[in-house]
T-cell receptor
Framework: AQSVSQHNHHVILSEAASLELGCNYS??????LFWYVQYPGQHLQLLLK??????LVKGIKGFEAEFIKSKFSFNLRKPSVQWSDTAEYFC??????????????FGKGTKLSVIP | DGGITQSPKYLFRKEGQNVTLSCEQN?????MYWYRQDPGQGLRLIYY???????QKGDIAEGYSVSREKKESFPLTVTSAQKNPTAFYLC????????????????FGPGTRLTVL
């Protein structure tokens, strides 16, 4: 079974600092990759996704992520964070089978606190 | 407005009682899922259903049961056999097997926080 590792449990940044959240997965085949965000009191929503093609994907609110296949990584980045980015971020992976795998595996999440 | 609704938002039950959590979607999705979220644990899959009248156990199905009688609905019952039922429960849906690669993108409801006293 695949697993997902998020390196940081809690990250604290000042506004305008750059952000990089690490995500590594263990699965040798083709994968679909996702980052979800959970703002305080809100439901989980999709930030960005990678299926195929350009390994640098852009999502909502200025976030981007880079898929590095050789490193089994899908790190999330943002050049300049805002207080409103305070949330919990989840990396998720599923093996791609063509017919839907129904087995989305989540990392344990990284809490981001942005100080004004 | 398409989406997933879960009710209620907060639920309290006494130990030893079964409780059923509601999940309804109007996205016309074939697949539906139940996850449990605990602090520092991420989301763990309880059950999923690829299509009406079919469902499969996830990683932590013990003490839970589901039904899928309608495409729109996927209720989860937390039984008295679940040893640690207090948690945040999330329902999700996806297009399903005819969605190609997009079939793996899941959409989430607002969640139900269950507290067992």
């Amino acid at each position: 079974a695949q697993s997902v590792s998020q390196h940081n449990h809690h990250v604290i940044l000042s506004e305008a600092a750059s952000l990089e959240l690490g995500c590594n997965y263990s699965y040798g085949g083709t994968v679909n990759l996702f980052w979800y965000v959970q703002y305080p009191g809100q439901h989980l929503q999709l930030l960005l996704k990678y299926f195929s093609g350009d390994p640098l994907v852009k999502g909502i609110k200025g976030f981007e992520a880079e898929f590095i296949k050789s490193k089994f990584s899908f790190n999330l980045r943002k050049p300049s964070v805002q207080w409103s980015d305070t949330a919990e971020y989840f990396c998720a992976v599923t093996p791609y089978s063509g017919a839907g795998s129904y087995q989305l595996t989540f990392g344990k999440g990284t809490k981001l606190s942005v100080i004004p | 407005d398409g989406g997933i609704t879960q009710s209620p938002k907060y639920l309290f039950r006494k130990e030893g009682q079964n409780v059923t959590l509601s999940c309804e979607q109007n996205l016309n999705h074939d697949a539906m899922y139940w996850y449990r979220q605990d602090p520092g644990q991420g989301l763990r899959l309880i059950y999923y259903s690829q299509i009406v009248n079919d469902f499969q156990k996830g990683d932590i199905a013990e003490g839970y049961s589901v039904s899928r009688e309608k495409k729109e609905s996927f209720p989860l019952t937390v039984t008295s056999a679940q040893k640690n039922p207090t948690a945040f429960y999330l329902c999700a849906s996806s297009i399903g097997r005819f969605g190609g690669r997009a079939s793996d993108e899941q959409f989430f409801g607002p969640g139900t926080r269950l507290t067992v006293l």
